[in-house]
């Protein structure tokens, strides 16, 4: 059965109607599915609006009534798998920028590895479009967001210790975007 969410329209308005009140989140969501945008080139073309609503999605399992484990990656898959979401948008949320690190960090290996990592130009695409924006959608150097998150959560938390280790498989995801989208404005 054909989903709206794999488009970027049916995105953008599910994430509207469980994000805003988060904050930041929200204004940090919106920036990626705009920064996806911008490096949609790096895809193919088939693959443009999936990254963009990917983009619009990947946070997700933030929203309180989707929590489950606690672990959003893992929660916003799991949420858009039961409302009839493509497999591939699912695995793509499920697997969105290193997400196996912090699963391995919360317990959660088995749990994620129900969801097939697609290693790609399209899941590299998402790492890139979500670190290089802030938490607020300012847009970031890699270095620069990997270090805001260092600084914003305590050294030995989860995400700290997880992050520290993703950190040379998520810089070689943003490098290889760019170098697919070569002299092309990001």
Do not use: C
């Not at 890699?142 to 938390?157: K, N, P, Q, T, V």
């Amino acid at each position: 059965m054909p989903s709206a969410l794999d488009t970027p329209q049916g995105a953008a308005e599910l994430a509207e109607s469980l994000l805003p009140p988060l904050g930041n989140r929200w204004l940090h969501t919106q920036a990626v599915a705009a920064r996806a945008r911008e490096a949609a080139a790096a895809v193919s073309e088939e693959d443009r609006d999936l990254l963009v609503a990917a983009a619009w999605l990947h946070d997700i399992g933030y929203a309180p009534g989707l929590r489950d484990t606690g672990f959003h990656p893992l929660d916003g898959a799991r949420y858009l798998e039961t409302h009839g979401a493509p497999s591939r948008l699912v695995r793509l949320v499920a697997h969105h920028s290193g997400a196996t690190y912090e699963a391995e960090q919360r317990g959660l290996t088995t749990e994620l590895a129900v969801y097939e990592r697609e290693d790609s130009p399209l899941l590299d695409a998402l790492i890139y479009a979500d670190m290089t924006t802030g938490p607020a959608g300012q847009t970031f150097e890699f270095d620069r967001r990997i270090d805001e998150i260092l600084d914003r959560y305590d050294a030995g938390s989860e995400v700290h210790t997880a992050i520290s280790k993703a950190r040379p498989y998520l810089g070689t995801a943003v490098e290889r975007t760019l170098s697919r989208l070569g002299d092309q404005p990001t």
